[in-house]
């Protein structure tokens, strides 16, 4: 396969595509925007489409048990190390309809071209849909990837309890069809040692291709996050006008003052050199205790910590228990920060990434390089050993909102991309 062959007949798949996109949005308009929660309805009806589509194009169709689904191309050697494409299936609450599934949607549309040109790899080729990427919903990253490479935190089947109906991950797995038990007990269904690569395109969850009229990016590295689900600070409860500013344990304040130390070592890390962000993406008082007039006695917080920087991870890590100890001193308060969930940067195969720039440069493409801030399975490959590549797609507007804009021509020009990357390793 060459690159004009292929750019030819992925161009030949787009009804394809739109047709995927259109039943997804379909199977999981909630009257406002998108909702695929992970383990839930809306993604399961994701993947019984990828499943369909896949079946109707002959492909090999598989499911792990965790419930991912696979969908692959065999090669003339089933014994190679396979290239893998893919991305996840769920969504946000009221979310859009791009963010995750248009990696589904690019590999399947890929294994349609690689098809229709009748040429066979020397290698399987597989499209992996992926379940539950998205944190929101259980508090863990990368459910679905990890559960497939046999890294899934300890604990996290019971521990792990949807957002918003409290049932836990591994019953919510098992209502579907899935496995729990076996899935602690079996092999890993995927070896990241013994997988070719990972390429995953993805939409764009910021606007810098926006800002710089740029349909493509070829992803440089992806954030590593810690992350604190269930923080709390305790105070005492008291009368605002009674109580006196010196004897306050005033909870609020006290968080705040944490975040604030939070931003002022954001602006420390970045002077040095360095790469974070943070965000307390939760922020609440007892609902049942609160008033207008009451210094408040508990707040509880989530914090969100990311860097493209393994020490920086490290050195958050160490200095965030060390400013909660010193404000909590100050402000005569208690903060238990809770248990820590940890994923590790995202390195991209340099490989991967020279074979991306000389694919932009023979397809005429126009594209810029970019680290992902934002968390992908990519990351959970990545950090496991498996040479990883990542591709964004312009979109406007952001993510993880109804308004995502992703063109079908950005699209498929980010498919016909991967495509060229795809065959050309699967050609090996």
């Known amino acids: 396969m060459n690159t004009t062959d292929i750019a030819q007949t992925v161009a030949k798949q787009r009804p394809l595509a739109e047709t995927f996109f259109d039943r997804l949005h379909r199977a999981s308009f909630d009257g406002v925007g998108i909702t695929r929660a992970s383990y839930g309805p809306g993604e399961q009806a994701a993947h019984e489409i990828f499943a369909e589509l896949a079946q109707g194009l002959d492909l090999e169709v598989t499911r792990d048990a965790a419930l991912n689904t696979y969908a692959t191309l065999p090669g003339r050697d ?16 009221q979310g859009g309809n791009f963010d995750g599934a248009a990696g589904v949607v690019s590999g399947l549309t890929m294994l349609a071209g690689f098809k229709d040109l009748g040429a066979g790899l020397a290698r399987d080729v597989t499209v992996m849909g992926v379940r539950a990427e998205e944190s929101a919903w259980f508090g863990v990253s990368y459910i ?13 089947l019971e521990t792990a309890r949807r957002s918003d109906d409290g049932i836990s991950l591994g019953d919510h797995m098992a209502r ?15 070896d990241p040692a013994a997988l070719r690569c ?15 009229g740029k349909p493509l ?67 609440f008082t007892d609902a049942d205790r609160h008033a207008m007039t009451i210094v408040a006695g508990e707040v509880g917080f989530t914090l969100d910590l990311r860097s493209l920087q393994s020490e920086t991870l490290s050195l958050i890590e160490q200095r965030l228990p060390e400013l909660a100890a010193a404000i909590g001193a100050r402000r005569r308060v208690r903060f238990e920060l809770g248990a820590m969930t940890r994923a590790a940067p995202g390195e991209m195969s340099e490989d991967l990434l020279a074979r991306l720039y000389d694919g932009v440069a023979a397809l005429g493409l126009d594209a810029m390089a970019l680290p992902s801030g ?10 496991a050993g498996t040479p990883t590549a990542m591709v964004f797609i312009r979109n406007e507007h952001g993510s993880h909102n109804p308004d995502e804009a992703m063109t079908i021509d950005d699209f498929m020009a980010a498919t016909t991309l991967t495509g060229c990357l795809a065959a050309g390793v699967a050609a090996q």
């Open 374 to 383: 934002a968390a992908h399975d990519a990351a959970a490959f990545a950090a």
């Open 217 to 283: 990016g070829i992803v440089t590295g992806i954030r590593g996050n810690r992350r604190l689900p269930d923080a709390r600070c305790f105070g005492a409860y008291a009368h605002c006008g009674g109580e006196p500013r010196w004897n306050r344990s005033d909870a609020v304040l006290a968080v705040s003052e944490l975040m604030l130390a939070l931003d002022a070592l954001w602006d420390e890390i970045e002077a040095a050199g360095g790469d974070f962000a943070f965000t307390p993406g939760k922020m």
């Open 198 to 212: 990972w390429i995953e395109p993805h939409i764009e969850q910021g606007p810098v291709l926006v800002k710089a």
């Open 144 to 156: 679905g990837s990890r559960a497939a490479l046999g890294l899934l935190p300890e604990g996290a």
């Open 78 to 93: 089933r014994g190679a190390a396979p290239v893998m494409i893919g991305s996840h299936l769920d969504s946000v609450a």
């Open 176 to 190: 579907l069809g899935g496995d729990p038990e076996r899935l602690l007990r079996d092999p890993p269904r995927l």
